[in-house]
């Protein structure tokens, strides 16, 4: 993956129409760019800021089904839920894996009442499904959570649901999509959408931020894949284009790694103002999370609530022995869900809303794709490419996705191991790794990365800045922000030289970072109020 050999093609095509051009590279839009290399048509794929800076880097990295939408009644959303579930793991075992998670139960009625619900959950879940759930003693409940509050202890319910790390899938998808013969750019912004003489989209004008320079380009087809900016490229088309769109918020605490010292997973379905609350083991430590508040308006990197800290804090502390405070908090990062507005919804209780995914056609002919979950976004970029067929008059070709093997596939890689995230592009960065004894280099002690992976970012993923690398090629950012801001001038030194950039561009890069990475160690925190939530 080479930007500039990218721009190169995009230059060659000229005022070729491509078949299908997709505005964004989340879940969605990198999703749909698979579906249509796959299916042998040609696709364009653009996107403003980097590959998953929007929400896709953001979530609770859960590959389920979701018992929450179980419990609301939405069992065709959960059985979708399951079944793609079933084909990521089967799909993208080197990123996918089964993971246990224990709802604690301090109630007399909690351990039939979840036990019942769990099993339902496996049912649903057929011949896709994970391992099945069961009632624990006290005894198994601990054995599993060493660290759980004991006091008041009843038991518990275990079930199984899956866990990923969601910036390296969507990079593996940008590679796949890329293998199938795609054409994708970052940093390449939608700037307008360009019309026919009656009116039909027929492309779009792309500004490389790099550059400045613009690239018009023709489309059979044009996906607006835009996540929580979805109206902002339906008023490109129809400045009066009605709000799609409710984003809410959700932030998520990173700890150390003792807090949970388990395999396994707490979920507690609900918290005291209704919500469900997860503490997970990830890449070493322990994310807590998440909250669900309603927003104004949509922004790549929202401060979290003080509210928000309080309540994931104190709900954890309830449930764990050792109660963590701010100190503990190695990285909070916040996302934000693009939740598709009913009419007549009543949009200020977002937890409400629904997670189904929605396909617009606007008078125009452009197509939007919008809300969902990353779990099911193979399901919602077929939907969208049958529609888009329909559309855009293309030929009928089957969506071949279910069974397609994702960029870096590998079975059997230990997710506690080095490199393991990478699959069989593993092997790759060892064999960079041994060139020289400076890219074999461990960044930093507290965190695994080496520096090979640096220029394997840019190499290979397209990385263009020291985030790229630290935030979505590497979840440094995320895992824990002083050790990253830490590691940011070796990243840009490395960064500098695959790039051809002077120590100026370097220093720069180390600077931006810093700030960046301060908004992800609670130094800044939004000073409002958030909105207040409608309660049932
Ligand atoms: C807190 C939280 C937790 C979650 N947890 C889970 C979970 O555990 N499991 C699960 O299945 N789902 C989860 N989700 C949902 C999931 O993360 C989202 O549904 C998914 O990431 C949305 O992807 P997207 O591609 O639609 O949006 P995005 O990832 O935001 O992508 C949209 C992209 O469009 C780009 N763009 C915008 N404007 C332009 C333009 N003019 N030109 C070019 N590009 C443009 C943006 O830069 C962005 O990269 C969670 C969501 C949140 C917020």
């Given at each position: 993956m080479n930007r500039e050999e990218m721009i190169a093609r995009v230059e060659q095509r000229g005022a070729e129409p491509w078949d299908v051009v997709v505005i964004g590279g989340g879940a969605t839009g990198a999703g749909v760019a698979v579906d249509a290399a796959t299916r042998g048509f040609?696709?364009?794929?653009?996107?403003?800021?980097?590959?998953?800076?929007g929400t896709s880097s953001r979530s609770t990295k859960l590959v389920h089904g979701g018992v929450r939408y179980l419990e609301q009644g939405n069992i065709s959303l959960v059985m979708e839920a399951l079944k793609e579930r079933g084909l990521l793991l089967q799909n993208a075992p080197h990123l996918v894996h089964d993971l246990p998670f224990v709802v604690p139960n301090y109630s007399w009625w909690e351990t039939p009442f979840y036990g019942i619900g769990m099993k339902v959950y496996d049912v649903l879940a057929g011949k896709y499904g994970f391992g099945k759930s069961r009632i624990l003693s006290k005894e198994e409940t601990l054995e599993r959570l060493p660290t759980l509050k004991q006091e008041g202890?009843?038991?518990g319910v275990v079930y199984h649901d899956g866990q990923f790390d969601d910036a390296r899938l969507l990079i593996d998808l940008i590679?796949?999509?890329?293998?199938?013969?795609?054409?994708?750019?970052?940093?390449?912004?939608v700037?307008?959408?360009?019309?026919?003489?009656?009116?039909?989209?027929?492309?779009?004008?792309?500004?490389?931020s790099e550059t400045g320079r613009k690239f018009s380009v023709q489309a059979r087809v044009v996906v607006n894949a835009t996540g929580i900016f979805t109206d902002e490229i339906r008023r490109m088309d129809d400045a009066q284009a009605k709000t799609m769109v409710q984003p809410s918020q959700g932030i998520h605490l990173v700890l150390d790694g003792s807090f949970l010292r388990a395999n396994s997973a707490i979920m507690v379905p609900h918290t005291s103002d209704g919500r469900v609350l997860f503490a997970i083991p990830w890449h070493e430590h322990t994310v807590v999370g998440t909250t669900d508040t309603p927003i104004d308006a949509p922004s790549y990197e929202p401060l979290p609530f003080e509210q928000e800290i309080e309540f994931v804090l104190d709900t954890a502390g309830e449930y764990l022995s050792h109660k963590p405070t701010r100190a503990d908090v190695l990285s909070v990062y916040v996302g934000i869900r693009p939740l598709v507005k009913a009419a007549g919804s009543d949009s200020s209780k977002t937890s409400a809303l629904s997670r189904d995914h929605t396909i617009h056609i606007d008078q125009s002919g452009l197509l939007t794709i919008v809300g969902g979950k990353w779990t099911t976004y193979r399901h919602m970029a077929e939907d969208t490419m049958n529609h888009a067929i329909t559309l855009g008059k293309l030929d009928d070709k089957p969506c071949v996705t279910k069974d397609l093997k994702i960029h870096g596939y590998k079975k059997g890689m230990d997710p506690h191991g080095d490199l393991w995230v990478y699959g069989s592009d593993a092997e790759k960065i060892q064999a960079l790794a041994q060139e020289s004894p400076e890219l074999a280099q461990q960044m930093n002690p507290q965190l695994p990365q080496i520096a090979a992976e640096v220029v394997w970012a840019a190499r290979e993923e397209m990385a263009?800045?020291?985030e790229d690398v630290l935030a979505r090629r590497t979840r440094a950012l995320f895992l824990n922000a002083h050790s990253a801001v830490a590691m940011a001038p070796e990243a840009a030194r490395l960064l500098a030289r695959e790039l051809g950039k002077d120590?100026?561009?370097?220093?720069?890069?180390?600077?931006?970072?810093?700030?960046?990475?301060?908004?992800?160690?609670?130094?800044?925190?939004?000073?409002?109020?958030?909105?207040?939530?409608?309660?049932?």
């Amino acid at each position: 993956m080479n930007r500039e050999e990218m721009i190169a093609r995009v230059e060659q095509r000229g005022a070729e129409p491509w078949d299908v051009v997709v505005i964004g590279g989340g879940a969605t839009g990198a999703g749909v760019a698979v579906d249509a290399a796959t299916r042998g048509f040609s696709v364009l794929l653009l996107e403003r800021e980097d590959f998953a800076k929007g929400t896709s880097s953001r979530s609770t990295k859960l590959v389920h089904g979701g018992v929450r939408y179980l419990e609301q009644g939405n069992i065709s959303l959960v059985m979708e839920a399951l079944k793609e579930r079933g084909l990521l793991l089967q799909n993208a075992p080197h990123l996918v894996h089964d993971l246990p998670f224990v709802v604690p139960n301090y109630s007399w009625w909690e351990t039939p009442f979840y036990g019942i619900g769990m099993k339902v959950y496996d049912v649903l879940a057929g011949k896709y499904g994970f391992g099945k759930s069961r009632i624990l003693s006290k005894e198994e409940t601990l054995e599993r959570l060493p660290t759980l509050k004991q006091e008041g202890l009843r038991g518990g319910v275990v079930y199984h649901d899956g866990q990923f790390d969601d910036a390296r899938l969507l990079i593996d998808l940008i590679k796949t999509a890329v293998d199938h013969g795609a054409t994708v750019a970052n940093y390449m912004p939608v700037v307008e959408l360009t019309k026919d003489d009656e009116g039909f989209v027929n492309g779009v004008v792309a500004q490389d931020s790099e550059t400045g320079r613009k690239f018009s380009v023709q489309a059979r087809v044009v996906v607006n894949a835009t996540g929580i900016f979805t109206d902002e490229i339906r008023r490109m088309d129809d400045a009066q284009a009605k709000t799609m769109v409710q984003p809410s918020q959700g932030i998520h605490l990173v700890l150390d790694g003792s807090f949970l010292r388990a395999n396994s997973a707490i979920m507690v379905p609900h918290t005291s103002d209704g919500r469900v609350l997860f503490a997970i083991p990830w890449h070493e430590h322990t994310v807590v999370g998440t909250t669900d508040t309603p927003i104004d308006a949509p922004s790549y990197e929202p401060l979290p609530f003080e509210q928000e800290i309080e309540f994931v804090l104190d709900t954890a502390g309830e449930y764990l022995s050792h109660k963590p405070t701010r100190a503990d908090v190695l990285s909070v990062y916040v996302g934000i869900r693009p939740l598709v507005k009913a009419a007549g919804s009543d949009s200020s209780k977002t937890s409400a809303l629904s997670r189904d995914h929605t396909i617009h056609i606007d008078q125009s002919g452009l197509l939007t794709i919008v809300g969902g979950k990353w779990t099911t976004y193979r399901h919602m970029a077929e939907d969208t490419m049958n529609h888009a067929i329909t559309l855009g008059k293309l030929d009928d070709k089957p969506c071949v996705t279910k069974d397609l093997k994702i960029h870096g596939y590998k079975k059997g890689m230990d997710p506690h191991g080095d490199l393991w995230v990478y699959g069989s592009d593993a092997e790759k960065i060892q064999a960079l790794a041994q060139e020289s004894p400076e890219l074999a280099q461990q960044m930093n002690p507290q965190l695994p990365q080496i520096a090979a992976e640096v220029v394997w970012a840019a190499r290979e993923e397209m990385a263009r800045t020291v985030e790229d690398v630290l935030a979505r090629r590497t979840r440094a950012l995320f895992l824990n922000a002083h050790s990253a801001v830490a590691m940011a001038p070796e990243a840009a030194r490395l960064l500098a030289r695959e790039l051809g950039k002077d120590d100026a561009w370097a220093n720069a890069q180390v600077a931006q970072f810093t700030e960046l990475a301060a908004q992800y160690m609670l130094e800044k925190v939004n000073p409002g109020k958030p909105p207040e939530e409608k309660k049932d």
